[in-house]
């Protein structure tokens, strides 16, 4: 029997869906399942869900909860993390501190100040979990991390620790639905190859399996049609231009490249559709309103116990595939150890993986198309600053992630990135303890008096080229 640990089990999305998979899959149902979660009333309400979905169903899974982590990984094998530092009330100064200086975030937990930000208080948590992984449970323990930022997560997982994990995240299926939809294949009759980073990964393939026929050329057809772009016309226009479509809605992708939310117009000709389709702070404030509703209420006690079946979320599948060898394929994020070629060794990527029995495999894809590569760079470069700031501790080093965000440098000067970083720095302090209270260093303007002589400096070869352009500007031409 696989102990089961399930970190964040206070979790209102994640936990019940993810426990409600596992107690679906024969395979698992005599595991037990240790729900874990740092404030007892959230932990108290789940427990006596899954309690009751176990005993509904007559199930013999094995429930057990506790407030204690190191308890929780005793002799666990699997370690499924959804946790959130710092809760809604960081989420809050993710998303309000950030507008102030310009930068509108529509999901606020991926890139941009609000990823980094989450990122730098959530690194330090994974890593020990991992370290406690290490001491307390089984030899062949393996972490699956929900948290975000994905990507910056699971770089800084690799830099710091040799504990195995995968990220899960949900973008290729629910992509894939839309592309069904869209070419009128039956999803499970769609053969794709998807590749990249986390949040911006690219259908390099999609074929139906069928009769081998490529279906792009009628995907690109139907997303020139306005009653199909209208959906999605961030990802439908980042594919006109670059030439595939990639795994993020729109709300999400505007984020993550310059061109969309940088600008009032960007803004109202490509994120006008509400909520996650492009609206200002759509996630806070849909957190926001869930927590206030939810404040007194056990919303759990309104939901049914039947047990279904499973839902599209990969972990319940990678579970019973390393249990019975039964072969499964998924994307995953994993330290990239060659497996894209053309993005830096050690950041995070999503490959296809298999696992069986013996593990986690993941796949070789070679090199990306340039321009797709070119893209993920623009991530990966932020990801690794913010994760090396979170284990460091370096508020500088936070603050040149934040320069590097390619929304947050299409809306900001330096010198407003900086005040930005550290009052985020400041607001967000007691989920930061690596940093001590220390902040960036301030740099403030420097006032030029309008009669101030510059100082004399050599003639570089452009000011003489200039120099000369101006002598045969102011030159008298003799005509014959």
Known sequence: MAK???IGAGSMVFCKTLTSDILAT?????????LMNRTQPKLDRMEAFIRRMVQENGLGTKITATTDRAKALDGAKYVIIMIQVGG?????HDYEIPLKYGVDQCIGDSLGPGGIFRGLRTIPVLVEIAEDMEQYSTDDAVMLNYANPMAACCLGLGLATDVPFVGLCHGVQTTLDLISGYVGVPKDQIDYLAAGINHMGWFLELRDKRDGRDL?????ERCEQPEYYVNEKVRCEVMRHFGYFMTESTGHLSEYIPWFRSSKRGLETYCDMPDFGGASGAYYKYCRMLAEKYKDVDYL???????TGRSVEYCSYILEAMETDKIFKFQGNVRNDGYITNLPDGCCVEVPVFADRRGLHPVRVGALPSQLAALNQSNVTVQTLAAEAALTGDPEMAMQACAMDPLTSACCTLKEIREMAAEMLEAEAEWLPLF???RPTPTPAIEIPPDVTPAAVPLD???AIANRFGELAERQVKKD
Do not use: T, V, W
């Not at 024969?26 to 240790?34: G, R």
């Open 436 to 438: 001590q209270g220390s």
């Open 26 to 34: 024969p395979a698992l149902q005599d595991s037990e399942i240790c």
């Open 461 to 463: 070869p452009a000011l």
């Open 88 to 92: 809604l009330e960081a989420f809050r």
């Open 301 to 307: 006690a309104q939901e049914s116990p039947k047990i």
């Open 4 to 6: 089961i640990a399930m």
């Open 216 to 220: 792009y050329p009628l995907f690109k």
